[in-house]
């Protein structure tokens, strides 16, 4: 029997070191450090197996398709797939940044919802049977999609939106706020908040693919929420340590082999939440 695999991207440091960590403690099997950095990655690894763990690496830059292409050739050739996936690089500004917000729109949506997209493109089909993929958004994720014009609520809840129109109100989103004319549109004014209602919502339309095309394979898709975490992304003041941030999304991760639900929802503190 092929050895099973965890792929954990954005993870040499914060929430996803932590999701690392737990995963190499109850997962059975072989557990992937990914980062842009290999430097960083492997002193990452280094320091895990000081620390008793068996960790993995394998150098991952979601922004690069070519890194994601390399990447999936390898997990296919070596594993013949994934076994768990956790979505969970990304960026944010700082509250107090200068940075333009058009910029800062561009720049976020690129990573977090663009990226994310293309991970999701080139790696969802390695997913095998009785896999689980975890995509990390957050809970602004939710309260920006309540700031949004009812349009825009409507057609991010709903149950027809396309993986391509998705996109389209992403780069929608964008190109107005080049013209400072996002808030007209019905936008918030929250660039990494539109990013993670991306996230949100593309989660629940690949689940919904996956029940479509592989509903045998038991597959479980999820968006989750681990909370505000003292991170360097987040901050300090936050509430939550990296290893409480990581709870819900391992918890998902780790869905028994038997479970059918939560699929394609948003989760929070180990609870599906409504969108």
């Given at each position: 029997m092929s050895t099973k695999v965890a792929v954990v991207t954005g993870s040499n440091k914060g929430i996803g070191l932590a999701i690392v960590k737990e995963l190499c403690q109850k997962f059975q099997g072989d557990v992937y450090v990914t980062s842009r950095d290999t430097g960083r990655g492997k002193a990452t690894v280094e320091t895990l197996?000081?620390?008793?763990?068996?960790?993995?690496?394998?150098?991952?830059?979601?922004?690069?398709?070519?890194?994601?292409?390399?990447?999936?050739?390898?997990?296919?050739?070596?594993?013949?797939?994934?076994?768990?996936?956790?979505?969970?690089?990304?960026?944010?500004?700082?509250?107090?940044?200068?940075?333009?917000?058009?910029?800062?729109?561009?720049?976020?949506?690129?990573?977090?919802?663009?990226?994310?997209?293309?991970?999701?493109?080139?790696?969802l089909a390695l997913v095998k049977p009785g896999g689980r993929v975890v995509n990390v958004s957050s809970f602004v994720s939710a309260r920006a999609l309540n700031q949004c014009s009812p349009a825009l609520q409507e057609r991010f809840r709903s149950e027809d939106l396309s993986e391509e129109e998705l996109s389209e109100l992403m780069e929608r989103f964008v190109a107005q706020t080049q013209k400072d004319e996002h808030s007209q549109g019905g936008w918030p004014n929250t660039a990494y908040g539109v990013s993670k209602i991306g996230v949100t919502a593309l989660s629940l339309i690949l689940a919904r693919q996956l029940s479509k095309e592989r509903p045998g394979d038991k597959i479980l898709l999820n968006a989750c929420c681990p909370g505000w975490v003292r991170t360097d992304m987040?901050?300090?003041?936050?509430?939550?340590?990296?290893?409480?941030?990581?709870?819900?999304?391992?918890?998902?991760?780790?869905?028994?082999?038997?479970?059918?639900?939560p699929h394609g929802k948003f989760v929070s503190d180990k609870e599906v939440q409504s969108w």
């Open positions: 197996v000081s620390e008793g763990l068996k960790p993995m690496f394998h150098q991952l830059d979601i922004n690069d398709l070519d890194s994601i292409k390399t990447a999936a050739k390898y997990f296919q050739e070596k594993y013949g797939g994934v076994d768990i996936l956790v979505n969970n690089a990304g960026i944010a500004f700082k509250g107090a940044d200068t940075t333009a917000f058009a910029i800062q729109a561009e720049v976020t949506l690129k990573t977090n919802y663009f990226a994310t997209r293309d991970m999701l493109t080139h790696f987040a901050g300090d003041k936050a509430p939550k340590s990296p290893e409480e941030g990581a709870e819900t999304p391992v918890y998902l991760a780790l869905l028994p082999p038997d479970a059918t639900q």
